[in-house]
């Protein structure tokens, strides 16, 4: 019920469909839980509709390299669906790219029904929680991101993880209102001059897909807002199958850092 008030009330968004609204947590659980069995059952899995959207990313980080060579880039998924579809995506990505490994920063607890590294082995996840060395989260990205020219990183985030842990994060403005996003991928990409690649998936009719946005110059002065409206694009398109919907402080928090 909270994602639906916070979308008639703060968002303002109208003509939603409230039982797939209503359903979009226990459909992630479910997502997660198929796609993370199917592979303990049968290794490497299949899915022609998620190997799909990465090769649509493939094919644009080709093209993006050819027109800037040696420019990095951060794949950006927005938090959509399920955290295991997205990152079965980036493991098709890591193989079409060619690449042996590939890095992503995740703030997901680890190994929630069974051995993600088992599923997963050829990413390092670069977790943002439950870490000791978590002050050097920085330098790992930095290092993944010159070592492979990827990196993953999702970038839609809002600050209620300030309960666990301080973040810096920048203004820019959501449906109207002044908001905070996440300040991480713009203070690391900036010097860099790396490229951010958003993107989200969706799920209907029992079939994956994906919406992709422009590559985003993070040393831009206007990337902030620039995230921020694929951040709204995002969330009045396909509000239902938000991962982050329904949350209280969703972007509207923390106005002064």
């Avoid at 590294?117 to 290092?143: E, K």
């Avoid at 990827?150 to 973040?167: A, E, G, Q, W």
Wanted: glycine share 8%; hydrophobic share 40%.
């Amino acid at each position: 019920m909270e994602r639906c008030e916070v979308a008639r009330e703060v968002l303002k968004l109208n003509g939603l469909d409230r039982c797939r609204v209503l359903t979009g947590k226990v459909l992630e659980t479910l997502i997660d839980k198929r796609l993370h069995f199917g592979r303990q059952r049968y290794f490497k899995e299949a899915w022609p509709d998620l190997q799909h959207v990465a090769r649509s990313l493939a094919q644009t980080i080709a093209r993006l390299k050819n027109e800037t060579p040696g420019r990095p880039i951060i794949v950006s998924p927005f938090h959509y669906v399920s955290q295991y579809a997205n990152i079965y995506v980036v493991d098709d990505l890591r193989a079409q790219l060619g690449l042996a490994r590939i890095g992503v920063v995740s703030g997901m607890p680890r190994d929630m029904y069974g051995s993600d590294n088992a599923m997963i082995p050829d990413i390092d996840v670069l977790y943002t929680y439950g870490q000791s060395n978590r002050s050097g989260l920085g330098l790992q990205m930095a290092r993944s991101l010159r070592r492979n020219g990827v990196v993953v990183l999702f970038s839609d985030v809002p600050p209620f993880t300030l309960s666990l842990y301080p973040m810096e994060t920048v203004g820019v403005s959501i449906f109207g209102r002044p908001s905070r996003i996440h300040n991480g991928v713009f203070r690391m990409g900036a010097p860099l001059d790396a490229l951010l690649l958003p993107f989200y998936l969706c799920f209907e009719g029992g079939r994956f897909s994906g919406k992709f946005f422009d590559p985003i110059e993070l040393a831009a002065a206007d990337a902030p807002q620039r995230v921020a409206r694929c951040i709204e694009t995002a969330l009045a398109d396909n509000y239902a199958r938000s991962l982050i919907a329904g949350h209280p402080s969703m972007y509207a928090f923390s106005p002064a850092k």
